[in-house]
């Protein structure tokens, strides 16, 4: 079964710290997220992109966080500088689908990110 | 904006016992509806999905969960639950035919199962 990549799988950074989590999703799905899941809650979106396009970022904070997709495949997600309330887990999926239509998502294991 | 509310934040159940896990979203257009499970150590997986037609929705594992158009509500449901069940279940939705198709998740319920 097609499995969405992540990693690294763990990060420990010291605050101010640049940090990167890299996705590469199943071959063919058109659009890729980045989700972010702080202990005790859902994930919520950080950016979605379809291709190389960026559709939805308007929950990522931009001063310091930073994602792309350059080739429309794999992506990167960057924090710069690392804060204690980054701590969480960042969960990358791909869907099939493009932008108004749906299908089913699929879910890497995540980068838990630990702020020290 | 669209929310999604699981009022249940941990279930301890026996095992055999029937299990019910409320979810209600708030959205006043067409939804897609999810329900996705996070077992120990693992990724999210997808239990069942809503989209259309027959309300009530079979999954995996015998989870199956009935969409109520009127209560707004998305309920997991289990007859007969096992030790192995025992997980995280997140229940999720998105607009039908949006622009975008981000998930809006609830904040999970945390189920343990005792053998």
């Known amino acids: 079964e097609a499995e969405v990549a992540q990693s690294p799988r763990y990060k420990i950074t010291e605050k101010s710290q640049a940090v990167a989590f890299w996705c590469d999703p199943i071959?063919?799905?058109?659009?890729l997220y980045w989700y972010r899941q702080i202990l005790g809650q859902g994930p919520e979106l950080l950016v979605q992109?379809?291709?190389?396009?960026?559709?939805?970022d308007s929950q990522l904070p931009k001063d310091r966080f930073s994602a792309e997709r350059l080739k429309g495949v794999d992506s990167t997600l960057k924090i710069q500088p690392a804060e204690l309330g980054d701590s969480a887990m960042y969960l990358c999926?791909?869907?099939?689908?493009?932008?108004?239509?749906?299908?089913?998502?699929?879910f890497g294991s995540g980068t838990r990110l630990t702020v020290v | 904006a669209q929310s999604v509310s699981q009022h249940n934040h941990h279930v301890i159940l026996s095992e055999a016992a029937s299990l019910e896990l409320g979810c209600n979203y708030s959205?006043?257009?067409?939804?897609?509806l999810f329900w996705y499970v996070q077992y120990p150590g693992q990724h999210l997986q997808l239990l069942l999905k809503y989209f259309s037609g027959d309300p009530l929705v079979k999954g995996i594992k015998g989870f199956e969960a009935e969409f109520i158009k009127s209560k707004f509500s998305f309920n997991l449901r289990k007859p007969s639950v096992q030790w192995s069940d025992t997980a995280e279940y997140f229940c999720?939705?998105?607009?039908?035919?949006?622009?975008?198709?981000?998930?809006?998740f609830g904040t999970g319920t945390l189920l343990a199962v005792q053998p």
């Open positions: 071959s063919g799905h058109a659009t």
């Open positions: 992109f379809q291709d190389e396009s960026v559709v939805d």
């Open positions: 959205y006043g257009g067409t939804v897609n």
């Open positions: 999720a939705v998105n607009a039908a035919g949006g622009a975008t198709n981000k998930l809006i």
């Open positions: 999926a791909s869907s099939l689908g493009r932008g108004g239509t749906t299908y089913g998502y699929t």
